[in-house]
């Protein structure tokens, strides 16, 4: 199984995007799934969570601006981002934990906000 990214791209400022990652292959619901990103020079960072349950998980910075979903019966998470800012720009990864411990990853979309 592999985690198929979809979306990323260039917005302006102000704008919205949204971000969606399908387990791909993988029979088994994910116990959490997410988003991290990396931004240029900069270690990759948690920017939302969802457990199986719909709990969910996000940076203190990210709040009221992103909001994370999941469909448990496709295995997909999605990510809306609205308001966008230059400084979101990044490199967005998928990830996903799966029940006896595996951890998948996808490629990455990168997003770049315009000033």
């Known amino acids: 199984g592999r985690l198929v990214e979809s979306g990323g791209g260039l917005v302006q400022a102000g704008g919205s995007m949204r971000l969606s990652c399908a387990a791909s292959?993988?029979?088994?619901?994910?116990?959490?799934m997410g988003w991290f990103r990396q931004a240029p020079g900069k270690q990759r960072e948690l920017v939302a969570t969802?457990?199986?349950?719909?709990?969910?998980d996000y940076a203190d910075s990210l709040k009221g601006r992103f909001t994370i979903s999941r469909d448990n019966a496709k295995n997909t998470v999605n990510l809306q981002m609205n308001r966008l800012m230059p400084e979101d720009t990044a490199v967005y990864y998928c990830?996903?934990?799966?029940?006896?411990?595996?951890?998948?990853w996808g490629k990455g979309l990168l997003v770049t906000v315009s000033s």
């Open positions: 990830n996903a934990k799966g029940p006896f411990g595996g951890d998948y």
């Open positions: 292959g993988m029979i088994l619901t994910m116990n959490v």
């Open positions: 969802i457990t199986s349950g719909g709990t969910t």
